[in-house]
């Protein structure tokens, strides 16, 4: 039966893979026959969709991919809303990643929330910028907005804000690194991601190798134990295996130019959020944040690995409403993670 095998692979679903680990996941591929694992399901822009009509309520509208912009999912109270916040998601997640974040962000906050798909990613999956020509088309895009970025879409964050910060009202790093320091290891980066993209390529027409690679990917320690999320594993298999190739060539960590000094003298209000056992990014979180000299933009989500947005999305969303100046709702206080300043 394949729906064992998706089930392993549900058990320890999780994003991108820790940027120190340099050696391509080649595994052999499942033996089990299906499309359950390319199964074209669609993410639902909106539960409040059906009472659109409410403007008191969220209404939803999917820009595909226009003009060479990545496509994006646009949440929002009133079109004619002009403060926009941009949510990019990591590595082989697409828009849907915030989906339980869009309709309470956009109600509390009163603003445009447009969620990205990141080049190779879903419906932006033709495209191919490498950091610096995507940070121009965002930038261009979107003109003057609010970021928030995890992991591969911290780094886009970053290089956007250290490039255009002209555009940049604010920005939200979450699990992110400004960059590798060392050129070496980026170089060593590179070559782990040419492999990995290799084998990519060769799994278009493969669904199980792909759920193959999916369960070596998230298999890591960096995400610690996040349950069971097999619905979360078929949206990520909708995304194809050669553009997630073109992605780690274009835009992946070895390929960043170390950003370190823009992001500690960005001038934006800024905030760092990383889960208390992601021992390398909280690391490098805590010296950016020290180095800024303003320990109150560190949130550190107790408990919570790499994947703090799916781990914690309660407290995600109440420290995104508190940054963007909105009361929080009090269920926001649950989730069984919690809100952690260091400086305190």
């Given at each position: 039966m394949?729906?064992s095998?998706l089930?392993?692979?549900?058990?320890?679903?999780?994003?991108?893979?820790?940027?120190?680990?340099?050696?391509?996941?080649?595994?052999?591929?499942?033996i089990?026959s299906?499309?359950?694992v390319?199964?074209?399901?669609?993410?639902?822009p909106?539960r409040?969709?059906?009472?659109?009509?409410d403007?008191?309520?969220?209404?939803s509208q999917?820009?595909?991919?226009?003009?060479?912009?990545?496509?994006?999912?646009?949440?929002?109270?009133?079109?004619?809303?002009?403060?926009?916040?941009?949510?990019?998601?990591?590595?082989?997640?697409?828009k849907?990643?915030?989906?339980?974040?869009?309709?309470?962000?956009?109600?509390?906050t009163?603003m445009?929330?447009?969620?990205?798909?990141?080049?190779?990613?879903l419906?932006s999956?033709?495209l191919r910028y490498?950091?610096?020509?995507?940070?121009?088309?965002?930038?261009?895009?979107?003109?003057?907005?609010?970021?928030?970025?995890?992991?591969?879409?911290?780094r886009?964050a970053?290089?956007?804000?250290?490039?255009?910060?002209e555009?940049?009202?604010?920005?939200?790093?979450?699990?992110?690194?400004?960059?590798?320091r060392?050129?070496?290891?980026?170089?060593?980066?590179?070559?782990?991601?040419?492999?990995?993209?290799?084998?990519?390529?060769?799994?278009?027409?493969?669904?199980?190798?792909?759920?193959?690679?999916?369960?070596?990917?998230?298999?890591?320690?960096?995400?610690?134990?996040?349950?069971?999320?097999?619905?979360?594993?078929r949206?990520r298999?909708?995304?194809?295996?050669?553009?997630l190739?073109?992605?780690?060539r274009?835009?992946?960590?070895?390929?960043?130019?170390?950003?370190?000094?823009?992001?500690?003298h960005?001038?934006?209000?800024?905030?760092?959020i990383?889960?208390?056992?992601?021992?390398?990014?909280?690391?490098?979180a805590?010296?950016?944040?020290?180095?800024?000299?303003?320990?109150?933009?560190?949130?550190?989500a107790?408990?919570?690995?790499?994947?703090?947005?799916?781990?914690?999305?309660?407290?995600?969303?109440?420290?995104?409403?508190?940054?963007?100046?909105?009361?929080p709702?009090r269920?926001?206080?649950?989730?069984?993670?919690?809100?952690q300043?260091?400086?305190?």
């Open positions: 394949v729906i095998g089930a392993e692979i549900a058990s320890a679903i999780g994003v991108e893979r820790d940027p120190g680990l340099i050696t391509a996941l080649r595994t052999p591929h499942l089990h299906s499309t359950i390319a199964e074209k399901l669609r993410f639902a909106s409040l969709a059906p009472k659109a009509m403007n008191s309520l969220p209404r999917q820009h595909p991919t226009s003009g060479g912009a990545p496509a994006y999912l646009e949440v929002a109270l009133d079109g004619s809303l002009e403060e926009k916040v941009v949510l990019i998601h990591g590595f082989t997640q697409a849907w990643m915030w989906q339980g974040l869009l309709d309470p962000l956009a109600l509390r009163k445009r929330i447009c969620a990205v798909d990141a080049p190779g990613h419906d999956s033709e490498d950091l610096a020509q995507l940070s121009d088309t965002l930038a261009n895009s979107f003109q003057a907005a609010h970021y928030v970025g995890y992991s591969m879409g911290a886009i970053m290089t956007l804000a250290a490039r255009h910060p555009v940049v009202k604010s920005l939200v790093v979450v699990s992110g690194n400004p960059g590798i060392s050129r070496s290891q980026r170089l060593a980066r590179i070559a782990s991601d040419e492999r990995l993209a290799q084998d990519l390529e060769l799994l278009d027409d493969d669904p199980e190798g792909f759920a193959s690679f999916l369960r070596r990917w998230i298999s890591q320690p960096l995400f610690g134990p996040l349950g069971d999320q097999g619905a979360n594993l949206q298999a909708l995304n194809t295996p050669s553009a190739a073109s992605s780690l274009l835009i992946g960590a070895g390929t960043q130019v170390p950003i370190w000094d823009e992001i500690i960005l001038g934006v209000p800024f905030r760092f990383v889960g208390e056992r992601d021992e390398k990014f909280r690391a490098i805590e010296e950016l944040i020290a180095k800024r000299g303003r320990q109150g933009e560190l949130i550190v107790k408990d919570c690995y790499h994947q703090v947005v799916s781990s914690a999305p309660q407290l995600v969303l109440q420290s995104l409403l508190e940054f963007y100046g909105a009361s709702d269920g926001t206080r649950s989730g069984g993670a919690s809100h300043d260091l400086g305190s």
